[in-house]
């Protein structure tokens, strides 16, 4: 966008304020925010991994903000409270629905690469850095285009100022929120790498150590940094000096001197920041069962294999089809969409996506010619041409799926009139590159490692190498579903390539399988991403059917703990409005209406 249109938009309500009471002061240091999983009523819902966030959300919509004001309220928050998945330093994808228009909307606010980037940018002495050693590192960091999505969001779809979106986590980072067990977790996971950088580690380590469950953790810095967006727009940051501050921090990674890891440094630039712009694109578009399913188009790669495994599937009836059938099926469907995946989308300003035909459903249908109900195929399977689709004939060469951070996060919100948004944000890897801006108080991403750091299939072409100003391949997933031109629900998950398996399974379950939206999401997951063994949870494993699947030739390998922590709504029958979340993964989700049933 524009610095001079973000500046004349968002500058105008600069002193303008919202007071929220979610944020825990120090006489209330020990009551964490009530979560709950699940709620339903009227005026409105909201969704995400943490209660403050969705607290916010909420009264941001009580007090006659629409969706997606609320939206950017919860997703600012969540880079006070989650902010080892998402936040200022970082980048995502943003599907709307206009009620007015029966319109599906997106925002790509990917990250992109350096100018100076190219094919070789993770590439040393001839070989491929290890992956751990550029992540944290100035390399991996790509231009944030998370404040970007915020304002154009809020111009194009908003009724309020970005300042008076960003109040309420101002207001949060400031007062302090309450440690869970899940945020001292994620800093335990990262306490190496997060010591190595002073400022990291006076953040996150004080004394040594991550605070405890219970204690309030204060962010001044991170509020700092919120009231000068607030001021001054994002202008402060793609044109001024939280902009400098990251280009330095890019360039000169501030590393303890003592630390004995080799922090490489990166080349993004001021002009790298002031040439970035937030992409309106078309929604992919698949129809299932009658449904409309509208997702994220390339650089994202969820919306286009979503829509292909459903296309796949509309072959078999999976309501009618035994549980360990329905499994096998959408087991296949994902190894072969991903195989596609991997061979055909990237940056479409860089390559030539052939989303239309991905999307088509006779190159589904010749894919789905080759899954057998009795039989797993055996992984890596070939990609096909979709622009030459010719049924059941699998490819030549094989196409493995790359490794791609975790460490996501989405929410979801839904309107009084009707409006939706599903949001998916990120930094990449759990705790980004580590490295917190010095005197910024957010974590920069590392967003380009999602790049293919050599070809991933020696001799054919990857669609995913990097590239001056390109995008790198996602696999973010926010996804709504309309039915007749009406919400039926939204959904998205973190989880990397795992969203794409994620989202998919929350749809059949919700659409196929006559579960609820709250048991599609709690269901257990597996992920099959054109690998030998399928990634599943345990519970996966416990259930009975996980036998007749191994006797099919499907192999499984067990998650390190759980696949994703999806959230969604939906708009039930009677016009109410249900939220839900993640009844335990990551520690819980929390979900709330504006006013819930029953009052």
Request: glycine share 10%; with cysteine.
């Amino acid at each position: 966008m524009p610095a001079h249109r973000s500046r004349r938009i968002l500058v105008i309500a600069a002193a303008a304020a919202l007071v929220t009471t979610v944020a825990s002061g120090p006489a209330t240091a020990a009551t964490p925010t009530p979560k709950s999983p699940v709620a339903t009523g009227f005026g409105g819902a909201v969704a995400s991994i943490d209660a403050d966030a969705t607290a916010i959300g909420t009264q941001v919509l009580r007090d006659g903000g629409n969706a997606v004001d609320a939206a950017v309220a919860v997703a600012a928050a969540l880079g006070v409270t989650d902010p080892f998945s998402a936040g200022v330093g970082g980048g995502g994808f943003f599907v709307y629905y206009d009620a007015k228009t029966h319109r599906v909307h997106t925002l790509d606010g990917r990250e992109t690469a350096p100018k100076t980037a190219d094919e070789n940018l993770f590439v040393e002495n001839g070989q491929p850095l290890p992956f751990a050693d550029a992540v944290t590192s100035g390399l991996s960091v790509g231009v944030p285009g998370t404040p970007a999505t915020w304002a154009e969001a809020l111009r194009k779809w908003g009724t309020r100022p970005l300042a008076k979106a960003l109040k309420p986590a101002e207001n949060l980072a400031r007062k302090g929120f309450v440690v869970d067990p899940t945020f001292q977790t994620q800093i335990a996971n990262n306490a190496a790498r997060f010591s190595a950088f002073p400022s990291t580690r006076s953040l996150y380590l004080p004394g040594g150590a991550p605070p405890a469950p219970g204690t309030v953790f204060k962010n001044p810095d991170l509020a700092a940094t919120y009231a000068q967006l607030e001021r001054y727009g994002v202008d402060a940051l793609y044109h001024g000096p939280i902009g400098a501050d990251i280009a330095k921090t890019v360039q000169k990674p501030p590393v303890d001197p003592a630390s004995t890891l080799n922090v490489r440094p990166g080349k993004l630039t001021t002009g790298d920041l002031a040439a970035y712009d937030v992409i309106e694109r078309r929604p992919t578009h698949a129809t299932y069962r009658g449904l409309d399913v509208y997702g994220m188009p390339a650089p994202s790669s969820g919306g286009l294999t979503v829509g292909e495994a459903l296309n796949i599937l509309e072959n078999f009836d999976l309501k009618h089809a035994s549980k360990a059938d329905y499994l096998q099926y959408f087991l296949e469907s994902t190894r072969f969409a991903f195989a596609d995946r991997n061979r055909w989308i990237g940056d479409p300003a860089f390559v030539d996506v052939p989303a239309r035909e991905l999307l088509s459903q006779r190159f589904a249908d010749s894919r789905a010619c080759l899954i057998s109900k009795d039989k797993a195929a055996t992984s890596p399977v070939a990609p096909a041409d979709p622009r030459h689709p010719v049924p059941c004939a699998a490819g030549a060469t094989a196409a493995p799926t790359p490794y791609e951070g975790e460490n996501t996060t989405h929410l979801t919100v839904a309107d009084k009139w009707g409006n939706v948004v599903a949001y998916t944000l990120t930094i990449e890897q759990e705790g980004g590159s580590g490295i917190v801006v010095p005197g910024r108080g957010f974590l920069l991403n590392n967003e380009l490692t999602d790049f293919s750091f050599t070809p991933v299939t020696p001799g054919v072409p990857d669609p995913n190498l990097p590239g001056p100003g390109k995008r790198p391949r996602s696999s973010m997933a926010p996804t709504i579903v309309l039915d007749h031109g009406r919400p039926f629900f939204a959904a998205g998950s973190p989880g990397g390539a795992s969203i794409i398996t994620t989202v998919l399974q929350v749809i059949l379950g919700r659409v196929d399988r006559g579960l609820s939206l709250e048991d599609a999401i709690a269901a257990p997951r597996a992920s099959q991403r054109n690998s030998a063994a399928a990634q599943v949870e345990q519970a996966f494993l416990d259930q009975p059917e996980t036998a007749a699947l191994r006797a099919r030739g499907q192999g499984f390998s067990t998650a390190p703990a759980e696949i994703g922590a999806a959230t969604g709504v939906e708009r039930l029958r009677d016009g109410r409005w249900l939220a839900a979340a993640e009844p335990v993964r990551r520690g819980q989700g929390a979900a709330q209406v504006v006013w819930p049933a029953g009052w």
